[in-house]
């Protein structure tokens, strides 16, 4: 579907704006939307923060392990590593929540780092895989469903193929197969060697694998715009191929691609917590929000907040991205659907 | 009609081969992946190495490594785990379906009952807070990460209101279907609506976005000029057109679990499905295994692709042209 098509018709000439400023006009309107911006725009600021609170709110590192740790509330200092009080006392709790900002407001993780610290670092790496990776797949998705839908033949033979193999591979154990082959190790592809732990691996696989879910819609747009008189009138005015991909599809898919970016992110925002929940995302030291739920299973009966808290990061920041998802296809397209994936 | 279909499965049949190709280099090919360093362990000797590697016949050509993988999963159906040397991979897999059957069929019956009725209540309440509130639900549903929810789900039922409310509720695990019907149930019901909430979520605002379109069709307007009631028109027309898209949307979602792709509810829930099979051989390295996981997860998502596209060319014969 073109955008704006219907808006152009009914609207007198003289008022029409251009497509993209009506739908910005509409995304401002959309109070939801507008909603989720400013909740994601406060988590965005309170991760870029992490640094700035460790080291001067609760001064303490949060990636070396503090075991021999200890903390002062009120006047009364403590171990952070406690004995414990349930069961047979045996072994040793970190401390829970004190909700004091300064002194492990979340409490403990196992190694007596802070987790409140670790929450804000962490959900760095969530945000940054989550968007670069979504950022990678509308791109990757937009190149192939556009050259694909466009040149047709023999090269949309091989690519939709390609597709069709991929889609028929169940997402997660596409992730989880390539993730175990290529975290623990460090690759070389040609010039470029990515370390082992590198979250550019996490952004890779995460890329690749939604490809076939972009990819698929858009290919079908494209063909479908092929046909439409505008663009057989530009071919008709002898338009090369670069001129006819420019000026006439790309302004056209635009709009879809940018409807799945926020949905694509908090899908990939998902799959990585997952990824790293199953210990083959990020890589310790490093932290996501996956990891320190992971962290916070072995201490689920006890100090349930470690993985409570960054679940709910994860929940709100994902409401807020399909939120604003919604309200952003409102405005732009209408039409753009995502199968519901994993 | 049967043109369409023999050129469906043929194309069905390459994508599986494919897959397996693909499952295949990634375990084999990739650059660095050595499978005999992984199961040699880190720190082992060359000699090691060379041994594994003759052992498991890592030195043969990769095509005729695959070929011989490839017989003995399809053609003797004897392939064996590298890492638990004897145990046979088909009876591994076998073991865990009726788990993951369980699982799956379970949420799939929630997740449709609760989607369908979120989709119409929301369409039905369109312009009062109750299309909105349902929403809002549904974007919930789908924003949560179901290991997290089962987390929580199991902090609540198996220990902090363990001794209250939650007191029915059995330990983590699976318990066949033969030793009692409530028995199997109980074990599986936290793990069915964990499940479900997903995928409720979904089908709710697919549901729903199909409908809001269907009722402002031509037919629709025709159906309310005839003077039919508001419900009428709601379900015999609107719903029914709609439930199109729900139906290709759960083949393919419904075959992807079955094929394992319910993998976290699993692992959470200490349920020992195909899912959980294919993670723990993940975590072993151990590539009959996965290859037979994989292999068997594919079947099902292809078949269900195929059935889906069947189905859509039965009710819409444009499709069979294309």
Same mark, same amino acid.
């Given at each position: ?342 | ?100 059957? /369980? +699982? ?9 009952? =609760? !989607?369908? *009725?979120? $989709?119409? @209540? &929301? ?118 057109? /709609? +439930? ?9 979602? =419904? !075959?992807? *679990?079955? $094929?394992? @792709? &319910? ?60």
């Amino acid at each position: 579907m073109a955008i704006g098509t219907t808006e152009v018709l009914s609207t007198p000439a003289t008022q029409s704006a251009g497509p993209w400023r009506t739908a910005w006009r509409d995304l401002r309107r959309n109070k939801v939307a507008m909603g989720s911006i400013i909740v994601l725009i406060v988590i965005f600021a309170a991760c870029l923060a992490a640094p700035l609170y460790a080291s001067s709110v609760m001064h303490l590192d949060a990636f070396t392990s503090n075991l021999d740790g200890k903390f002062t509330v009120n006047g009364v200092t403590g171990p952070v590593m406690q004995s414990s009080d349930t069961g047979l006392g045996l072994g040793v709790n970190p401390i829970g929540p004190t909700w004091l900002w300064n002194n492990f407001f979340l409490g403990a993780d196992n190694q007596g780092r802070d987790v409140m610290s670790r929450l804000l670092y962490g959900g760095r790496n969530s945000l940054v895989i989550g968007l670069v990776s979504a950022t990678l797949c509308c791109a990757l998705a937009g190149f192939i469903g556009i050259v694909s839908g466009y040149f047709g033949g023999g090269l949309d033979a091989v690519l939709s193929r390609g597709l069709d193999v991929l889609w028929a591979f169940p997402v997660y154990l596409l992730a989880i197969c390539l993730s175990v082959v290529l975290i623990n190790q460090s690759l070389t592809i040609g010039p470029i060697t990515l370390n082992s732990g590198s979250i550019i691996l996490p952004i890779l696989i995460i890329g690749v694998i939604y490809v076939p879910y972009v990819a698929r819609p858009i290919r079908g747009q494209v063909m479908s715009l092929r046909e439409r008189e505008f663009v057989q009138a530009s071919v008709g005015a002898g338009a090369t191929d670069a001129r006819l991909l420019r000026r006439e599809i790309l302004p056209n898919v635009l709009p879809t691609l940018i409807v799945f970016l926020p949905l694509m992110t908090a899908i990939n925002m998902l799959t990585e917590s997952a990824l790293s929940f199953l210990s083959i995302g990020v890589q310790p030291p490093d932290a996501s929000w996956g990891t320190i739920i992971n962290d916070g299973v072995g201490l689920l009966y006890t100090r349930p907040m470690v993985a409570i808290a960054p679940g709910v990061m994860l929940a709100i920041t994902a409401v807020a991205l399909n939120l604003l998802g919604d309200g952003v296809r409102d405005a732009l397209d209408p039409k753009a659907r995502l199968r519901g994936a994993v | 009609m049967l043109r369409f279909a023999l050129k469906r499965a043929v194309a069905a049949v390459l994508v599986l081969f494919a897959i397996s190709v693909l499952v295949f280099l990634i375990f084999f090919a990739t650059p660095g992946a050595d499978p005999a360093a992984r199961i040699a362990g880190r720190n082992a000797s060359q000699e090691t190495l060379q041994q594994v590697r003759e052992s498991f016949g890592f030195d043969k050509p990769l095509p005729v490594q695959y070929a011989l993988m490839m017989r003995h999963l399809f053609i003797d159906r004897d392939l064996t785990s590298f890492v638990n040397r004897g145990v046979e991979v088909i009876p591994q897999i076998k073991q865990a379906i009726p788990i993951t059957l /369980s +699982l799956v069929i379970g949420a799939a019956i929630i997740w449709m009952f =609760f !989607g369908i *009725l979120m $989709g119409v @209540a &929301a369409t039905a309440g369109r312009g009062s807070a109750v299309d909105p509130l349902i929403m809002i639900i549904g974007v919930i549903g789908v924003s949560l990460p179901v290991y997290w929810l089962g987390e929580v789900v199991n902090l609540m039922t198996q220990s902090r209101l363990h001794d209250s409310f939650f007191s029915w509720v059995p330990p983590l695990g699976y318990a066949p279907l033969s030793s009692g019907v409530w028995n199997w149930a109980s074990h599986l019901i936290m793990p069915w609506m964990t499940l479900a909430v997903l995928y409720a979520g979904i089908y709710a605002r697919v549901l729903r976005s199909e409908m809001v379109g269907a009722m402002n069709e031509e037919y629709v307007r025709m159906a309310r000029a005839k003077g039919i009631s508001e419900r009428r028109v709601l379900w015999r027309h609107a719903f029914r057109t /709609s +439930l199109i898209a729900i139906v290709s949307l759960f083949g393919l979602d =419904f !075959g992807a *679990l079955i $094929g394992g @792709a &319910a993998l976290l509810s699993e692992v959470v829930f200490g349920l020992q499905g195909v899912g959980k099979l294919t993670y723990d051989s993940l975590q072993n390295f151990d590539l009959p295994v996965i290859l037979g996981c994989v292999m068997y997860a594919a079947f099902f998502v292809v078949l269900a692709n195929f059935l889906v596209d069947l189905v859509y060319a039965l009710l819409d014969p444009r499709v069979r042209h294309v």
